[in-house]
């Protein structure tokens, strides 16, 4: 691409500036080859014109804005010096964002103020994510290394570098504080808490207070943190480099010492440090040169609690602490000893001096030794030794010399502790290493220590060089991509420089080894041996006493002097002599260790600072040189590194006035140039630094391409398209997944974007602006012609004005008169109009009272007519009837005299001998007859059999098909209860309103004649009941005020009542899941204990079912083992066992009570049996006489019954069985018609009794009195036939009257239970119509599933009628064909009677056995408990044979298994049972917690069993709902309230197992859900993504999470729930904090993504959150709450889309965003990045204004949403309408053990 292009008008470029060091500037006119100079813009207006330097090299150019504050700095489309810088500024000034990524480098700038971006929920938020998902943080390193450590299995190392007040330490510290957080340790050792406690110990020791920094490191420092193969945190080990010991002795202004002996000083008043002789730190030379002692925001008091605090955590007791507070006195003593000068070359000490004098005293050594030899050295030759004194300066340098060795052998004795706490027994698998060094440096005046620090970075430099260049190439190698060396600066020609032989380090190890070596002579040799052979090494001009190092960050000039003493490190042999004639312990200790000193760890050389003067007679050790220590502990670093994988922090040092939030750019670019992180830039600039998936590209620059372009293949499409918009194809590379960019080129796409859109918006406006113009046009047009059609009206107006005139006035006037005269008519007219209508109104209103009360009069009196008609005719008729009587009586008597005159004549008997023979014939005719009838009844009743067994097949062949059907609806059988409870009450309605009916009648005539006073007295009360109900009205109203005051004030009380409730209940379950957690550790320590001492078992089922089986004692066969199982229950349940032991006594003595009243009715009961039996027989006999009759009346019955059935049928077609229906007036005429025929056969009866006593009395005087008779044969017979005619008539009748009767009754029975069944029917028909009202009022989407849901509970409900119409009618069947046999055998008996003339012969009838109900218990012995819990729970599986159960039923089991324990009054069995229960619920529940399915199995179960216990417990509050049946099976001998609170603890942990469950399957799905996918294209932009997020530690999975994924998961959450039959409340509640889990991570994301904070990604969000409010509304579950908690999401989605730009935009941001905190908020708005470069971003002054409104907020300062949070779980009791008694176990089950009671 032509420069040309680039650079062409408006073309934004950065120029060079001294105090910016780049400004930005815009092109205004193009730039030609070969033009000199540039004509710029600034951003303030001025015109300048840049000269361009002689090789014409043009200024970089600048990013396009939408590519400004990108997270990595890699993202940029040009990479070089000023866009970093401008990115860093803008990240760090305006979105107050101080961590950026520049490829592998963090970079982090340090705030100088406190930020909430450490707490434990940005750890949470952190942990599991990859590097690039999140914005750049510490964490995310920490993270990455963490992640890299677990899955590569390699060491690994944070490299974390800056020079002074750059942040080092606290970055370090919080490294270490997030590895402790997320790994944790193994054991009770808390590893994590020691590695955290040194933290403070080190800063106190080696930190201080400089110019640049309150908290600075003055050494560096490496501590490897050790994990085991579980990666937990199980020790670390630290290893130190070059402490500042000269800072002991010697502070600058506005400096301080180390921090420990200002913390000593503060607290020189406790009565523990009375001893030392401490005081303020003003009074010790050693803390008071600075000046400025104190430290703002800092007590030092507090501090050194908190470092004795550490100290006592890592082992070092009070004893020691002591010692090393002594050691740290004696030097700030040590330093107050002043030492006189006496003449020119000797110094004196007073030995009475009071410092000196305390220093000896705490120190333990002789004073005047001590004071001898700080003024006296001793001198050694060849032949003798002596000793001579010292001038004051050598003094002086001698002591500082003495308190900077002691110092320096305290820090290492301490560091050697720390990693002494620090170590464990365990092996260590893999390390993560954290070195905290210094950065480059240069000053004014560097020295030796500046020197070892630049070496010490220019090897990490070369190690950081090779790093990221191995990285790039494995990039490239991976895509397939060519690859072409990339140059880079390679500082080895430095290094050799510094370290090689006859380097600088050797020449000065040689200098320091010679007699009269000197630091002018060392300079002289280094300007003779690189000043021409080395091109980074040079000789000042101006000086023969220093040397310049060209470094790879910068050119340094070091000075000589002191480097050949500080390289020695001398300290006065005498006085290390005299410290160890002391019997301070820790002192002796301190100085016989070895003499080379070496860090704790073993490799990390602690150095000084020494300004003393070289002297040949003092002792120098025979250790290395500093140098050569440093070089070598270095090589060993480097060693180390090069053996792990590095991850870079680079922190950065924004202005020296520790200002917070300002970037000094010229400090910023120096140290970017030093830490290297331009180096990365321009190593990636080098190649191709862009890289975008095809994916990405693809949706960025759709607008670039035609329509034929836009492939399904996207990787095609953008191989297609590529060529044509940039021609060079040197400019980018295409990979297996990316295409590869050189620098520039995606700003180049973005301006051919930009121009696309802008020559887009341009036609929109050009064809806008044309239809605006036009419709001007026409609008003025139009009024040109309007203005010269009212000009040209106006001027024939005026000249008809004048002709008008005269016209006028006659017009007004008559105008006016006729308006006057109207107006006078009309007001007239209204009059009347008034009066009519009020007249004709008043006059309707008397009509009408007029109307109303004849109509009133003439219902009254046709009511009293008919009533005194009514009571006339019931006189007249009684009289008739009376009268009828009377005279049919006396008649009767007439005929019955003159009968008896008649019979005594011959003609009688002769007549009466004529009809006895026709009567003969008669009988024998109707006894043939009878014949054929009782052959008939034969074939009938074996056709009724043939039909009742086709019956009974169709019958059973039906009960199969409804047994099918029985399993998928014996989960809705709760409505068997409820159903019977109706039909006993209608039963009992319908007999009271029977009974009722009858008591009407009666009281209707009371009531009549009471009606005409009750209205009169109505009528009076009317009146005061009005005036009462005023009253009670103005009283209702004050009461109504009162009582909503009241309510709310009670309201109020509730929700505060209810919220402290919450938080209880919140604090109880975080304890019980504690102590669960708790229980669990111990039993991991159980477990690894039994491993250790049994290493044979090394399979982890053995130590579980170990662990299970001291838990239970339900599993044990011996009573050992049964003891211990009770022994280790909990206290609740021993408490419970010896009440009910106390029980014991008196409920044997009531048991001997009741069994002695049981024997003595079981006795009254047989005499009953006896005399009952007797009775029977009777009635037997009776009975067989009464078959006749009942064979007459059959027919009759017969044919009724079905006339009824018929009617029936078509009431209940119709659907009304109401008094008055078909069905009700053929009963009534039934009834009545039954009751006539009963009437009239007594009436019979008495008449053909008196005749039959009449004859048998004849008979029997003729037969006295006349034995010889002439009665003929025929005679007698006749006689015969006619006794036995009459006495089966009457033995008939009677018979038939009782079969009247009987059926009678039955058809009563049967028809209330039809009105029964109507009424239900009603009943059913008006839910329909109510629920077809509901559904109607539903939306249109809702009503659907709402009518299926509906339809499906009534398909359920009619399933369960008809099973139980199947269990009646199949027991009706057996009952009918047990009476069938008996009247098949009656029938035989009979036929057999009457064929043999005798009425004597009884059938032999059959009792039928009374069916066993069953009393819903399960018996299980004991040896097959164990079985039943290792089937029910152990090896139980949801899926597979739970699906088809019942839901619930191993709850049901056990519970019925209990109650038969409660029946049999064993407490041990019940007690063993539950405690076996509940262990093998919590084993399962160890095993496979992470099993949703298990869980919310177990869950429901769980809550079922507690349920169980609380519906059957007996008490009020649950048995209210209960049915008779469900109430006779409540438990009689035991209170398991105890063990209810016990399942109830068990259920919440099983509850907040599942929600657990719950969010590591949703965890994962969230965020690429929620706020990755783009669910709408089209809408998302896309951007560069950088390095980061290409080379992120986990790979993309090719199934991404999506919206609709999550759907289904929680679809999947909700099936399973509702299948296992978990209470709706539960249900509600877990599906709540699903959608709180879902907003907590999509939040937490949202609020830690730049990239995600976006216009755009705001209404993909709320698609999102609309898609979950249709699933809500699609399961029923709005009312749930879950939809409250989406509002924090719904509010930060509106936050992005709203308008943020005045006043009134930030008050309706504060009143809209009531769910967000005030930091959620401010966060938000800092993070929002425009996708596209037509948004603006929110600018600062809108946030303060935004900050300024939310200011009066009292709120938590909480940025991220508590994600662990689960809400308070409660178990409501939830009725069970399943019967005991009707529970069925599958044989699938194996449970052929269990016997049903």
Same mark, same amino acid.
């Given at each position: 691409?032509?420069?040309?292009?680039?650079?062409?008008?408006?073309?934004?470029?950065?120029?060079?500036?001294?105090?910016?060091?780049?400004?930005?500037?815009?092109?205004?006119?193009?730039?030609?080859?070969?033009?000199?100079?540039? @004509?710029?813009?600034?951003?303030?207006?001025?015109?300048?014109?840049?000269?361009?330097?002689?090789?014409?090299?043009?200024?970089?150019?600048?990013?396009?804005?939408?590519?400004?504050?990108?997270?990595?700095?890699?993202?940029?489309?040009?990479?070089?010096?000023?866009?970093?810088?401008?990115?860093?500024?803008?990240?760090?000034?305006?979105?107050?964002?101080?961590?950026?990524?520049?490829?592998?480098?963090?970079?982090?700038?340090?705030?100088?103020?406190?930020?909430?971006?450490?707490?434990?929920?940005?750890?949470?938020?952190?942990?599991?994510?990859?590097?690039?998902?999140?914005?750049?943080?510490?964490?995310?390193?920490?993270?990455?290394?963490?992640?890299?450590?677990?899955?590569?299995?390699?060491?690994?190392?944070?490299?974390?570098?800056?020079?002074?007040?750059?942040? $080092?330490?606290?970055?370090?510290?919080?490294?270490?504080?997030?590895?402790?957080?997320?790994?944790?340790?193994?054991? &009770?050792?808390?590893?994590?808490?020691?590695?955290?406690?040194?933290?403070?110990?080190?800063?106190?020791?080696?930190?201080?207070?400089?110019?640049?920094?309150?908290?600075?490191?003055? #050494?560096?420092?490496?501590?490897?943190?050790?994990?085991?193969?579980?990666?937990?945190?199980?020790?670390?080990?630290?290893?130190?480099?070059?402490?500042?010991?000269?800072?002991?002795?010697?502070?600058?202004?506005?400096?301080?010492?180390?921090?420990?002996?200002?913390?000593?000083?503060?607290?020189?008043?406790?009565?523990?440090?009375?001893?030392?002789?401490?005081?303020?730190?003003?009074?010790?030379?050693?803390?008071?040169?600075?000046?400025?002692?104190?430290?703002?925001?800092?007590?030092?008091?507090?501090?050194?609690?908190?470092?004795?605090?550490?100290?006592?955590?890592?082992?070092?007791?009070?004893?020691?602490?002591?010692?090393?507070?002594?050691?740290?006195?004696?030097?700030?003593?040590?330093?107050?000893?002043?030492?006189?000068?006496?003449?020119?070359?000797?110094?004196?000490?007073?030995?009475?001096?009071?410092?000196?004098?305390?220093?000896?005293?705490? /120190?333990?050594?002789?004073?005047?030794?001590?004071?001898?030899?700080?003024?006296?050295?001793?001198?050694?030759?060849?032949?003798?030794?002596?000793?001579?004194?010292?001038?004051?300066?050598?003094?002086?340098?001698? %002591?500082?010399?003495?308190?900077?060795?002691?110092?320096?052998?305290?820090?290492?004795?301490?560091?050697?502790?720390?990693?002494?706490?620090?170590?464990?027994?365990?092996?260590?698998?893999? #390390?993560?290493?954290?070195?905290?060094?210094?950065?480059?440096?240069?000053?004014?005046?560097?020295?030796?220590?500046?020197?070892?620090?630049?070496?010490?970075?220019?090897?990490?430099?070369?190690?950081?060089?090779?790093?990221?260049?191995?990285?790039?190439?494995?990039?490239?190698?991976?895509?397939?991509?060519?690859?072409?060396?990339?140059?880079?600066?390679?500082?080895?020609?430095?290094?050799?420089?510094?370290?090689?032989? /006859?380097?600088?380090?050797?020449?000065?190890?040689?200098?320091?080894?010679?007699?009269?070596?000197?630091?002018?002579?060392?300079?002289?040799?280094?300007?003779?041996?690189?000043?021409?052979?080395?091109?980074?090494?040079?000789?000042?001009? /101006?000086?023969?006493?220093?040397?310049?190092?060209?470094?790879?960050?910068?050119?340094?000039?070091?000075?000589?002097?002191?480097?050949?003493?500080?390289?020695?490190?001398?300290?006065?042999?005498?006085?290390?002599?005299?410290?160890?004639?002391?019997?301070?312990?820790?002192?002796?200790?301190?100085?016989?260790?070895?003499?080379?000193?070496?860090?704790?760890?073993?490799?990390?050389?602690?150095?000084?600072?020494?300004?003393?003067?070289?002297?040949?007679?003092?002792?120098?050790?025979?250790?290395?040189?500093?140098?050569?220590?440093?070089?070598?502990?270095?090589?060993?670093?480097?060693?180390?590194?090069?053996?792990?994988?590095?991850?870079?922090?680079?922190?950065?040092?924004?202005?020296?006035?520790?200002?917070?939030?300002?970037?000094?750019?010229?400090?910023?670019?120096?140290?970017?140039?030093?830490?290297?992180?331009?180096?990365?830039?321009?190593?990636?600039?080098?190649?191709?630094?862009?890289?975008?998936?095809?994916?990405?590209?693809?949706?960025?620059?759709?607008?670039?391409?035609?329509?034929?372009?836009?492939?399904?293949?996207?990787?095609?499409?953008?191989?297609?398209?590529?060529?044509?918009?940039?021609?060079?194809?040197?400019?980018?590379?295409?990979?297996?997944?990316?295409?590869?960019?050189?620098?520039?080129?995606?700003?180049?796409?973005?301006?051919?974007?930009?121009?696309?859109?802008?020559?887009?918006?341009?036609?929109?406006?050009?064809?806008?602006?044309?239809?605006?113009?036009?419709?001007?046009?026409? %609008?003025?047009?139009?009024?040109?012609?309007?203005?010269?059609?009212?000009?040209?009206?106006?001027?024939?107006?005026?000249?008809?004005?004048?002709?008008?005139?005269?016209?006028?006035?006659?017009?007004?006037?008559?105008?006016?008169?006729?308006?006057?005269?109207?107006?006078?008519?009309?007001?007239?007219?209204?009059?009347?109009?008034?009066?009519?209508?009020?007249?004709?109104?008043?006059?309707?209103?008397?009509?009408?009272?007029?109307?109303?009360?004849?109509?009133?009069?003439?219902?009254?009196?046709?009511?009293?007519?008919?009533?005194?008609?009514?009571?006339?005719?019931?006189?007249?008729?009684?009289?008739?009837?009376?009268?009828?009587?009377?005279?049919?009586?006396?008649?009767?008597?007439? =005929?019955?005299?003159?009968?008896?005159?008649?019979?005594?004549?011959?003609?009688?008997?002769?007549?009466?001998?004529?009809?006895?023979?026709?009567?003969?014939?008669?009988?024998?005719?109707?006894?043939?007859?009878?014949?054929?009838?009782?052959?008939?009844?034969?074939?009938?009743?074996?056709?009724?059999?043939?039909?009742?067994?086709?019956?009974?097949?169709?019958?059973?062949?039906?009960?199969?098909?409804?047994?099918?059907?029985?399993?998928?609806?014996?989960?809705?059988?709760?409505?068997?209860?409820?159903?019977?409870?109706?039909?006993?009450?209608?039963?009992?309605?319908?007999?009271?309103?029977?009974?009722?009916?009858?008591?009407?009648?009666?009281?209707?005539?009371?009531?009549?004649?009471?009606?005409?006073?009750?209205?009169?007295?109505?009528?009076?009360?009317?009146?005061?009941?009005?005036?009462?109900?005023? =009253?009670?009205?103005?009283?209702?109203?004050?009461?109504?005020?009162?009582?909503?005051?009241?309510?709310?004030?009670?309201?109020?009380?509730?929700?505060?009542?209810?919220?402290?409730?919450?938080?209880?209940?919140?604090?109880?379950?975080?304890?019980?899941?504690?102590?669960?957690?708790?229980?669990?550790?111990?039993?991991?320590?159980?477990?690894?204990?039994?491993?250790?001492?049994?290493?044979?078992?090394?399979?982890?089922?053995?130590?579980?079912?170990?662990?299970?089986?001291?838990?239970?004692?339900? #599993?044990?066969?011996?009573?050992?083992?049964?003891?211990?199982?009770?022994?280790?229950?909990?206290?609740?349940?021993?408490?419970?066992?010896?009440?009910?032991?106390?029980?014991?006594?008196?409920?044997?003595?009531?048991?001997?009570?009741?069994?002695?009243?049981?024997?003595?009715?079981?006795?009254?009961?047989?005499?009953?049996?006896?005399?009952?039996?007797?009775?029977?027989?009777?009635?037997?006999?009776?009975?067989?006489?009464?078959?006749? &009759?009942?064979?007459?009346?059959?027919?009759?019955?017969?044919?009724?019954?079905?006339?009824?059935?018929?009617?029936?049928?078509?009431?209940?077609?119709?659907?009304?069985?109401?008094?008055?229906?078909?069905?009700?007036?053929?009963?009534?005429?039934?009834?009545?018609?039954?009751?006539?025929?009963?009437?009239?056969?007594?009436?019979?009866?008495?008449?053909?009794?008196?005749?039959?006593?009449?004859?048998?009395?004849?008979?029997?005087?003729?037969?006295?009195?006349?034995?010889?008779?002439?009665?003929?044969?025929?005679?007698?017979?006749?006689?015969?036939?006619?006794?036995?005619?009459?006495?089966?008539?009457?033995?008939?009748?009677?018979?038939?009257?009782?079969?009247?009767?009987?059926? @009678?009754?039955?058809?009563?029975?049967?028809?209330?239970?039809?009105?029964?069944?109507?009424?239900?029917?009603?009943?059913?028909?008006?839910?329909?119509?109510?629920?077809?009202?509901?559904?109607?009022?539903?939306?249109?989407?809702?009503?659907?599933?709402?009518?299926?849901?509906?339809?499906?509970?009534?398909?359920?409900?009619?399933?369960?009628?008809?099973?139980?119409?199947?269990?009646?009618?199949?027991?009706?069947?057996?009952?009918?064909?047990?009476?069938?046999?008996?009247?098949?055998?009656?029938?035989?008996?009979?036929?057999?009677?009457?064929? @043999?003339?005798?009425?004597?012969?009884?059938? $032999?009838?059959?009792?039928?056995?009374?069916?066993?109900?069953?009393?819903?218990?399960?018996?299980?012995?004991?040896?097959?408990?164990?079985?039943?819990?290792?089937?029910?729970?152990?090896?139980?599986?949801?899926?597979?044979?739970?699906?088809?159960?019942?839901?619930?039923?191993?709850?049901?089991?056990?519970?019925?298994?209990?109650?038969?324990?409660?029946?049999?009054?064993?407490?041990?069995?019940?007690?063993?049972?539950?405690?076996?229960?509940?262990?093998?619920?919590?084993?399962?529940?160890?095993?496979?917690?992470?099993?949703?399915?298990?869980?919310?199995?177990?869950?429901?179960?769980?809550?079922?069993?507690?349920?169980?216990?609380?519906?059957?417990?007996?008490?009020?509050?649950?048995?209210?709902?209960?049915?008779?049946?469900?109430?006779?099976?409540?438990?009689?001998?035991?209170?398991?309230?105890?063990?209810?609170?016990?399942?109830?603890?068990?259920?919440?942990?099983?509850?907040?197992?599942?929600?657990?469950?719950?969010?590591?399957?949703?965890?994962?799905?969230?965020?690429?859900?929620?706020?990755?996918?783009?669910?709408?294209?089209?809408?998302?932009?896309?951007?560069?993504?950088?390095?980061?997020?290409?080379?992120?530690?986990?790979?993309?999975?090719?199934?991404?999470?999506?919206?609709?994924?999550?759907?289904?998961?929680?679809?999947?959450?909700?099936?399973?729930?509702?299948?296992?039959?978990?209470?709706?409340?539960?249900?509600?509640?877990?599906?709540?904090?699903?959608?709180?889990?879902?907003?907590?991570?999509?939040?937490?994301?949202?609020?830690?993504?730049?990239?995600?904070?976006?216009?755009?990604?705001?209404?993909?969000?709320?698609?999102?959150?609309?898609?979950?409010?249709?699933?809500?509304?699609?399961?029923?579950?709005?009312?749930?709450?879950?939809?409250?908690?989406?509002?924090?999401?719904?509010?930060?989605?509106?936050?992005?889309?709203?308008?943020?730009?005045?006043?009134?935009?930030?008050?309706?941001?504060?009143? /809209?965003?009531?769910?967000?905190?005030?930091?959620?908020?401010?966060?938000?708005?800092?993070?929002?990045?425009?996708?596209?470069?037509?948004?603006?971003?929110?600018?600062?002054?809108?946030?303060?204004?935004?900050?300024?409104?939310?200011?009066?907020?009292?709120?938590?300062?909480?940025?991220?949403?508590?994600?662990?949070?689960?809400?308070?779980?409660?178990?409501?009791?939830?009725?069970?309408?399943?019967?005991?008694?009707?529970?069925?176990?599958?044989?699938?089950?194996?449970?052929?053990?269990?016997?049903?009671?």
């Amino acid at each position: 691409m032509a420069a040309s292009e680039l650079y062409s008008k408006h073309a934004r470029v950065w120029i060079p500036d001294q105090a910016e060091v780049w400004r930005p500037a815009d092109l205004l006119r193009d730039y030609a080859p070969g033009d000199a100079s540039l @004509l710029l813009q600034l951003e303030d207006g001025t015109e300048l014109e840049h000269k361009l330097p002689k090789d014409h090299c043009l200024p970089p150019l600048r990013n396009p804005d939408i590519l400004v504050g990108e997270n990595d700095l890699t993202a940029l489309s040009y990479l070089h010096e000023p866009a970093v810088l401008h990115n860093l500024r803008v990240r760090f000034i305006d979105s107050r964002l101080i961590y950026t990524y520049c490829g592998i480098v963090l970079v982090a700038i340090n705030p100088y103020e406190s930020l909430r971006i450490y707490g434990s929920d940005i750890i949470n938020a952190y942990s599991g994510q990859n590097m690039g998902d999140m914005d750049p943080h510490i964490f995310a390193v920490a993270e990455e290394a963490y992640k890299q450590m677990a899955r590569d299995e390699k060491n690994q190392s944070i490299i974390v570098s800056g020079e002074s007040g750059a942040g $080092k330490t606290v970055s370090a510290k919080y490294t270490m504080r997030y590895f402790a957080t997320v790994s944790g340790s193994s054991g &009770e050792t808390n590893i994590e808490e020691r590695v955290l406690a040194s933290s403070p110990i080190m800063e106190a020791i080696g930190n201080a207070k400089t110019t640049r920094n309150d908290n600075s490191s003055r #050494f560096g420092k490496y501590i490897e943190i050790g994990f085991d193969r579980k990666y937990q945190m199980i020790g670390a080990n630290m290893r130190t480099y070059l402490l500042e010991k000269s800072r002991v002795v010697f502070q600058a202004s506005e400096e301080r010492n180390y921090h420990i002996f200002y913390q000593l000083c503060a607290c020189s008043h406790a009565p523990e440090f009375k001893d030392l002789k401490l005081g303020r730190a003003d009074d010790f030379h050693f803390t008071n040169q600075g000046k400025n002692l104190v430290i703002d925001a800092v007590d030092d008091e507090k501090e050194m609690k908190s470092t004795r605090k550490a100290l006592t955590m890592l082992g070092i007791d009070e004893a020691q602490q002591m010692g090393l507070f002594r050691i740290l006195a004696g030097v700030l003593h040590l330093g107050n000893v002043e030492i006189r000068p006496r003449g020119a070359d000797s110094s004196t000490v007073c030995p009475d001096s009071p410092p000196l004098l305390t220093f000896c005293e705490v /120190m333990g050594v002789p004073v005047q030794e001590m004071s001898h030899w700080l003024c006296h050295r001793k001198l050694k030759t060849a032949s003798e030794t002596y000793n001579k004194p010292m001038s004051g300066v050598q003094a002086l340098t001698g %002591r500082d010399a003495l308190a900077k060795h002691v110092y320096a052998r305290l820090f290492s004795w301490i560091v050697a502790r720390i990693n002494a706490a620090l170590q464990n027994a365990g092996k260590r698998h893999a #390390f993560i290493g954290v070195l905290d060094i210094y950065g480059f440096e240069t000053f004014e005046v560097n020295s030796f220590e500046q020197f070892c620090i630049n070496y010490a970075n220019e090897k990490l430099q070369q190690q950081f060089n090779l790093h990221v260049f191995k990285l790039e190439q494995e990039e490239y190698m991976k895509e397939d991509i060519p690859w072409t060396l990339i140059d880079f600066h390679d500082n080895q020609p430095c290094i050799s420089l510094i370290e090689a032989k /006859m380097g600088i380090l050797d020449l000065l190890d040689e200098e320091c080894r010679m007699p009269k070596g000197s630091d002018g002579s060392w300079a002289q040799k280094l300007y003779s041996t690189h000043g021409k052979s080395s091109a980074h090494f040079q000789k000042p001009r /101006m000086s023969n006493t220093a040397f310049i190092v060209l470094h790879f960050a910068d050119q340094v000039e070091y000075e000589c002097e002191g480097f050949l003493e500080k390289n020695k490190d001398t300290v006065n042999a005498e006085q290390i002599s005299v410290l160890r004639s002391s019997k301070f312990e820790l002192l002796l200790e301190l100085l016989e260790e070895e003499e080379e000193c070496v860090s704790a760890a073993g490799g990390g050389p602690v150095h000084t600072r020494l300004k003393t003067a070289r002297s040949s007679t003092q002792l120098t050790h025979t250790r290395k040189s500093v140098g050569l220590q440093f070089r070598n502990s270095l090589h060993l670093l480097m060693e180390t590194l090069n053996t792990t994988a590095a991850h870079y922090v680079r922190c950065i040092k924004p202005n020296d006035q520790k200002a917070p939030f300002t970037l000094d750019p010229v400090r910023a670019v120096q140290q970017l140039r030093a830490c290297g992180v331009l180096e990365t830039i321009r190593i990636s600039a080098a190649g191709f630094p862009t890289r975008w998936t095809y994916q990405e590209f693809f949706t960025r620059y759709r607008v670039l391409m035609k329509q034929a372009d836009a492939l399904p293949d996207r990787k095609v499409a953008c191989r297609k398209i590529l060529p044509q918009l940039v021609k060079d194809e040197d400019k980018y590379q295409f990979g297996k997944s990316k295409i590869f960019f050189r620098a520039g080129q995606v700003a180049y796409l973005e301006k051919l974007r930009s121009d696309r859109l802008r020559a887009a918006c341009i036609r929109i406006q050009k064809t806008i602006r044309c239809w605006l113009q036009r419709k001007k046009y026409l %609008r003025m047009r139009r009024a040109a012609v309007t203005i010269q059609r009212y000009v040209r009206g106006h001027q024939a107006r005026r000249l008809a004005l004048f002709l008008r005139h005269s016209r006028a006035a006659v017009v007004i006037q008559k105008y006016q008169r006729m308006w006057a005269a109207r107006r006078k008519f009309q007001r007239k007219r209204a009059v009347a109009l008034l009066l009519q209508r009020l007249y004709r109104g008043y006059a309707a209103r008397r009509e009408h009272q007029r109307m109303l009360y004849e109509h009133k009069v003439c219902l009254l009196q046709r009511w009293v007519k008919g009533w005194r008609a009514r009571v006339r005719y019931r006189r007249v008729r009684a009289a008739v009837v009376l009268l009828q009587s009377c005279v049919r009586c006396m008649l009767a008597r007439r =005929e019955l005299k003159r009968l008896r005159v008649e019979a005594r004549s011959v003609e009688h008997f002769k007549k009466l001998n004529v009809g006895m023979e026709n009567k003969i014939m008669q009988l024998q005719r109707r006894i043939d007859e009878q014949h054929k009838e009782n052959r008939v009844l034969g074939e009938k009743l074996n056709a009724l059999e043939a039909s009742h067994t086709s019956e009974r097949e169709r019958l059973i062949g039906q009960l199969d098909r409804l047994k099918g059907i029985e399993e998928n609806s014996r989960s809705q059988l709760d409505r068997v209860s409820c159903l019977e409870a109706e039909l006993e009450a209608s039963r009992q309605e319908l007999e009271s309103s029977r009974q009722e009916r009858l008591e009407d009648q009666q009281r209707a005539q009371v009531d009549r004649d009471a009606l005409g006073q009750q209205v009169a007295e109505q009528n009076k009360q009317n009146v005061l009941l009005k005036s009462e109900k005023e =009253e009670l009205n103005r009283l209702i109203v004050e009461l109504e005020r009162k009582a909503e005051e009241r309510e709310k004030a009670h309201e109020g009380n509730i929700q505060q009542l209810q919220s402290e409730l919450n938080e209880e209940r919140c604090r109880y379950q975080n304890l019980l899941s504690e102590h669960h957690k708790l229980e669990e550790r111990h039993n991991n320590l159980k477990e690894q204990n039994a491993s250790r001492a049994s290493p044979q078992r090394k399979d982890s089922t053995s130590s579980l079912a170990a662990s299970d089986s001291t838990l239970s004692s339900g #599993f044990g066969e011996g009573e050992e083992d049964r003891k211990k199982g009770e022994g280790s229950s909990t206290g609740r349940d021993m408490s419970l066992l010896l009440t009910l032991q106390k029980k014991v006594t008196e409920l044997e003595r009531d048991k001997h009570n009741l069994q002695n009243e049981l024997d003595s009715r079981e006795t009254s009961k047989a005499k009953d049996e006896e005399e009952f039996k007797k009775t029977l027989l009777s009635e037997l006999d009776q009975e067989g006489l009464k078959r006749q &009759e009942l064979e007459s009346a059959n027919r009759k019955l017969k044919r009724d019954l079905s006339e009824l059935r018929e009617a029936l049928s078509q009431s209940a077609g119709s659907g009304t069985a109401a008094p008055g229906s078909p069905a009700y007036n053929v009963l009534l005429e039934q009834l009545s018609s039954a009751n006539e025929e009963l009437e009239l056969r007594k009436e019979e009866v008495l008449i053909l009794r008196s005749q039959l006593v009449g004859l048998e009395t004849q008979k029997n005087k003729e037969s006295d009195n006349s034995a010889n008779s002439s009665r003929s044969l025929t005679l007698d017979i006749h006689e015969l036939n006619e006794d036995g005619e009459l006495w089966m008539a009457n033995e008939g009748l009677k018979e038939t009257n009782t079969l009247l009767l009987s059926q @009678l009754q039955s058809m009563t029975e049967e028809v209330e239970s039809l009105r029964s069944e109507l009424q239900r029917a009603l009943q059913e028909r008006d839910q329909q119509q109510e629920l077809l009202t509901q559904s109607l009022q539903l939306p249109q989407d809702a009503r659907i599933p709402a009518s299926l849901q509906h339809e499906i509970s009534r398909l359920t409900k009619h399933n369960l009628e008809l099973v139980e119409q199947a269990e009646r009618q199949d027991k009706v069947l057996r009952k009918l064909k047990k009476q069938l046999k008996v009247y098949m055998k009656r029938a035989g008996d009979g036929e057999m009677a009457l064929e @043999l003339g005798s009425v004597d012969g009884l059938p $032999k009838l059959t009792l039928p056995r009374k069916e066993r109900d069953c009393r819903g218990m399960l018996v299980c012995k004991r040896e097959d408990e164990s079985r039943l819990l290792k089937i029910l729970i152990t090896e139980m599986r949801p899926r597979g044979v739970a699906v088809s159960m019942v839901p619930s039923l191993p709850a049901y089991i056990l519970f019925m298994c209990l109650r038969h324990a409660d029946f049999s009054n064993d407490d041990q069995r019940a007690t063993k049972l539950l405690n076996s229960t509940i262990n093998s619920i919590k084993g399962v529940m160890k095993r496979k917690g992470d099993d949703f399915e298990m869980v919310s199995f177990w869950l429901a179960n769980t809550c079922c069993f507690l349920h169980c216990l609380e519906q059957y417990s007996g008490e009020e509050i649950y048995t209210k709902h209960n049915t008779p049946q469900q109430n006779e099976h409540c438990l009689v001998n035991f209170d398991l309230a105890d063990y209810r609170q016990v399942l109830c603890d068990l259920a919440i942990q099983i509850y907040q197992q599942l929600i657990k469950c719950v969010e590591d399957i949703l965890q994962p799905m969230i965020v690429p859900g929620m706020l990755e996918q783009d669910s709408i294209p089209g809408v998302l932009g896309v951007k560069a993504t950088g390095m980061r997020k290409r080379m992120c530690s986990m790979t993309e999975e090719s199934g991404a999470a999506t919206l609709d994924s999550i759907l289904r998961t929680l679809s999947g959450f909700h099936a399973l729930l509702q299948q296992h039959g978990t209470p709706p409340q539960l249900l509600r509640l877990a599906v709540k904090q699903q959608f709180y889990i879902i907003c907590a991570a999509t939040l937490n994301n949202l609020l830690l993504r730049k990239d995600m904070c976006s216009w755009s990604k705001g209404l993909q969000i709320r698609y999102n959150v609309c898609q979950l409010e249709d699933w809500l509304q699609d399961k029923g579950l709005l009312n749930s709450g879950a939809r409250e908690m989406l509002e924090p999401l719904i509010q930060a989605a509106q936050l992005l889309q709203v308008k943020k730009k005045s006043q009134e935009d930030a008050q309706a941001i504060a009143s /809209m965003c009531t769910a967000l905190t005030a930091a959620q908020i401010v966060k938000i708005l800092n993070l929002y990045t425009p996708v596209n470069e037509f948004e603006e971003r929110v600018s600062s002054t809108f946030i303060k204004t935004i900050e300024a409104c939310l200011q009066p907020r009292k709120e938590s300062s909480q940025l991220l949403m508590e994600t662990k949070n689960i809400f308070a779980v409660t178990f409501p009791f939830h009725h069970s309408s399943v019967a005991l008694e009707t529970i069925l176990i599958p044989n699938s089950l194996n449970l052929g053990f269990l016997t049903r009671v």
